[in-house]
């Protein structure tokens, strides 16, 4: 075996390894919750993918540049932050990171939906969705960067967001 082939092993190794992480939250997920901070949950849907035994690169999320968690499909967690303003990335080994921004009230739910975004490119956009994961509306929070990126933030309503998290929660409801 070459020196060539060493290197296309790991660096195939290396991309398993990054495609095949599940959900992992850096803080407690079992923490009871402070009515002064804001709760930021972040989701991911289940994907073609996801359902055929598969699974997308899980989608690294950090908050003003620091690693909170990665999530992958069908996965969900949460953090608790101060009201202010925040700015988010989510990305992977295989794409750039989307950067928002987002502000948060203490007390208050924000929940942030990870999906592909949309190109405008029929086959491309399904593909990435079936993919990926879901897509959601391109409502806030506003992106800074996205062009070249394999997921971005899609904010959800506090309802359709709720709904999400129980049913990623307890996929049998």
Request: hydrophobic share 40%; charged share 20%; with cysteine.
């Amino acid at each position: 075996m070459g020196p060539l082939d060493r290197i296309v092993i790991a660096v195939g190794s290396a991309l398993q390894r990054a495609a095949c992480a599940g959900t992992s939250a850096l803080e407690s997920q079992s923490k009871q919750r402070d009515a002064r901070l804001a709760r930021i949950y972040f989701s991911r849907e289940k994907a073609i993918v996801g359902t055929t035994g598969g699974t997308a690169v899980s989608a690294e999320i950090k908050v003003d540049g620091r690693n909170v968690g990665s999530v992958s499909n069908g996965s969900c967690f949460f953090i608790d932050r101060s009201p202010g303003l925040y700015r988010l990335s989510v990305g992977n080994a295989l794409s750039i990171a989307f950067e928002a921004e987002l502000r948060v009230e203490g007390g208050q739910n924000d929940y942030l939906g990870i999906g592909s975004p949309e190109t405008g490119a029929a086959g491309r956009d399904f593909a990435d969705v079936a993919l990926a994961g879901g897509s959601g509306t391109d409502e806030e929070p506003i992106p800074l960067s996205n062009a070249l990126s394999g997921a971005a933030f899609f904010r959800l309503d506090p309802s359709t967001g709720a709904a999400t998290i129980a049913e990623l929660k307890d996929p049998e409801r």
